[in-house]
């Protein structure tokens, strides 16, 4: 397979800069604090690394409000330092994707500050603008999504923050400015783009009012009470994503996309995958499922059941909007080594979060420490997603920085780190194996998955197959011992209990690889 295809084969993991390691001592974690780890990165066996927002922010989205496309904030460093990280990270054969936050800018970037200054002005229709409010739509991070801009008394449209604007993806120079950006990173050598949101980028040319919906949370929080049938997902946005493919390919860079979408209705990044469109996008099914083999089969089943022919998989179990999964599926380090087997073995590209490796959980925070906007404004309902972006435990003391950390560390630091991994029961040493087997094992490189005809009660299970191999995967769900009948097979490839013998019965939460 080719170069090109490494995002098919590999692995990719994801880094939240701020969080990663600081060199400077200011707190905060920059790029060239995150070059001096890049042998843990290495070592881990994936194959690219993917940075959450580097450029140019205000920081009011941490960074998911960009004032400079072209350029690094400097908090995080300079372009030379993301020159020299992304020449490190080639040399050590891994790949570099950046967050592409194209949906909306800060209200501090040029294109907005000359769009706001007055009604004739050359980038006014770069975002969307209207003399009064022209419907219902409501901003994901709470309240209405439009806001009265002093200047010239009109109202313009954003889909979090107000100030994120959004774009104008109608525009057509608005596409082409977009497009200069990812040329623009492509020669510098960066391999692709996550794209945030990117459902989000064209809305109905008439900016209709959602249909109202009914949800016990709408009263609070006007989001979940519509159907967002006009401020995202058109149906000719697969002619925009055509375009970025277009670039992406010209420079054999991969695109992949993060849908905004509501819980259990991620089938929909499936529509946006393809050949002409994006590589990959993420269906976060698996990630909102409950720990038993039934709900994961559904999951697992509802992505690969939804994808073209052209498509491709992608599974996620924690990221850095989303509750950590150790925290969130319970279970201790076994069950956490369990998701790992089932991220790891099935068709299609894994995506870890930094810290998954060690068994991070969810930090436990205060509301004094709480600097995420969403969790400031819904607490306690909802803490927001500070929990999930606590700096990485290096070593018993942290190791993060040397200052004050600009989120605590986890309480569990002292005996959950880096340093702690000897021991070959460890979870690092499960996602280093798992990544070493996927590698060298042509049936989970490559394999067809067979599902078994009957699902056990307790016991995820699957196949996959190859010409020349058969490996079947189990995963035990439960708190107890399981013995599985059936074809046990002829070798254990990998178990997270160490288990060596086909005939052993499943330990609790023990996932297993075996020949077959």
Same mark, same amino acid.
């Given at each position: ?28 974690? *920059? ?75 800060? *209200? ?40 009265? *801009? ?11 923050? #107000? ?16 497009? *200069? ?129 052209? /498509? ?34 099935? #068709? ?10 060690? /068994? ?13 906007? #969403? ?110 009948? /059936? ?30």
């Amino acid at each position: 397979m080719s170069d090109a295809a490494w995002w098919r084969t590999g692995a990719v993991y994801q880094i939240y800069p701020r969080s990663f390691q600081d060199s400077t001592g200011n707190g905060i974690g *920059d790029l060239p604090g995150l070059r001096s780890r890049l042998d843990w990165v290495e070592q881990l066996g994936v194959s690219a690394v993917w940075l959450s927002p580097v450029h140019p922010s205000p920081q009011a989205d941490f960074g998911y409000d960009v004032a400079d496309y072209c350029d690094v904030d400097p908090i995080f460093g300079s372009l030379a330092d993301m020159d020299q990280l992304i020449h490190d990270c080639h040399a050590r054969g891994l790949k570099v994707v950046l967050d592409g936050v194209f949906n909306h800018t800060s *209200d501090q970037h040029a294109w907005f500050t000359a769009s706001r200054a007055d009604k004739t002005n050359a980038k006014r229709d770069w975002y969307i603008w209207r003399d009064t409010v022209p419907n219902n739509w409501k901003s994901t991070f709470g309240g209405t999504a439009w806001t009265q *801009d002093p200047a010239t008394g009109s109202y313009y449209l954003h889909s979090f923050l #107000p100030a994120q604007p959004d774009l104008n993806w109608r525009n057509p120079d608005v596409v082409d400015a977009v497009l *200069d950006v990812l040329r623009f990173w492509f020669e510098r050598g960066v391999d692709g783009f996550r794209l945030d949101v990117f459902n989000s980028y064209l809305k109905h040319p008439d900016l209709p009012s959602n249909p109202r919906r009914w949800h016990p949370g709408a009263l609070a929080y006007g989001y979940v009470g519509q159907h967002h049938i006009h401020d995202r997902d058109q149906s000719d946005l697969p002619e925009v994503l055509g375009r970025m493919r277009a670039v992406a390919d010209e420079f054999g860079a991969v695109l992949i996309g993060e849908t905004l979408d509501e819980k259990f209705r991620y089938d929909r990044a499936a529509d946006f995958v393809g050949d002409d469109q994006l590589h990959m996008a993420f269906h976060f099914a698996l990630l909102h499922s409950r720990w038993t083999a039934k709900k994961l089969a559904t999951a697992i089943r509802s992505q690969l059941n939804a994808l073209p022919k052209d /498509g491709w998989p992608t599974w996620v179990l924690s990221n850095h909007d989303f509750q950590r999964h150790p925290t969130r599926w319970g279970g201790g380090d076994e069950r956490a080594k369990a998701a790992a087997v089932i991220a790891l073995t099935l #068709p299609g590209t894994p995506f870890l979060y930094y810290g998954e490796e060690l /068994g991070m959980a969810e930090g436990r925070l205060k509301r004094a420490d709480i600097v995420d906007p #969403p969790g400031i404004r819904f607490w306690p309902v909802f803490k927001g997603r500070d929990g999930a972006r606590t700096p990485m435990q290096w070593t018993s003391e942290g190791a993060f920085t040397t200052g004050i950390p600009w989120l605590p560390l986890n309480p569990d630091t002292p005996w959950r780190h880096a340093e702690a991994t000897a021991n070959p029961l460890s979870i690092v040493h499960t996602y280093r194996a798992l990544l070493a087997l996927r590698r060298n094992n042509e049936a989970l490189r490559s394999g067809a998955t067979i599902w078994p005809d009957t699902d056990h009660a307790d016991v995820l299970s699957w196949q996959r197959v190859v010409a020349s191999e058969r490996v079947r995967v189990l995963v035990n769900t439960v708190d107890r011992s399981v013995l599985v009948p /059936g074809e046990a097979g002829t070798q254990v490839l990998w178990s997270t209990a160490a288990v060596t013998d086909v005939r052993e019965p499943l330990a609790p939460n023990e996932g297993r690889v075996v020949r077959v």
